[in-house]
């Protein structure tokens, strides 16, 4: 999956892939692994990925655009996510990590996602019980 992108976070993948690697170091792109993976073990509940916080936050980034108001993804997330305010801080983290994706060049197209979900984690930060 990875070939089909040519650089990623302005490393080149190619070059990644078949340069050689020196036993127990790190390069910069495995580290880049490590920080997805990290993330993605993190945020996964166990339930699997259909009851996850990261896959709620994307539908409620999808809502947000949908209905052009961070509020709509607020109250889709308070209706549909069990324990909404333990996951709250969890919630607002992948909104944070998905909104840096609007600075990266090549990635243009999540830009509206990316604005949508900064938006989103302010609404969060500022909603109260």
Do not use: C
């Not at 655009?65 to 709509?72: N, P």
């Not at 997330?77 to 990590?97: A, G």
């Amino acid at each position: 999956m990875l070939t089909q992108y040519s650089e990623i976070e302005g490393i080149n993948i190619e070059n990644e892939l078949y340069r050689e690697k020196q036993k127990g170091q790190k390069s910069e792109f495995d580290k880049l692994i490590d920080q997805a993976v990290e993330i993605a073990y993190k945020h996964l509940v166990p339930g699997g990925f259909d009851a996850s916080v990261v896959r709620h936050a994307l539908f409620a980034v999808h809502e947000t655009i949908r209905q052009e108001s961070a509020q709509q993804g607020v109250n889709y997330l308070k209706t549909e996510l069990k324990n909404f305010w333990n996951e709250r801080k969890k919630l607002i983290e992948v909104l944070r990590y998905l909104s840096r994706m609007e600075h990266i060049d090549h990635l243009e197209h999540w830009e509206a996602d990316a604005e949508a979900a900064k938006a989103l984690a302010g609404a969060l930060e500022n909603t109260n019980g």
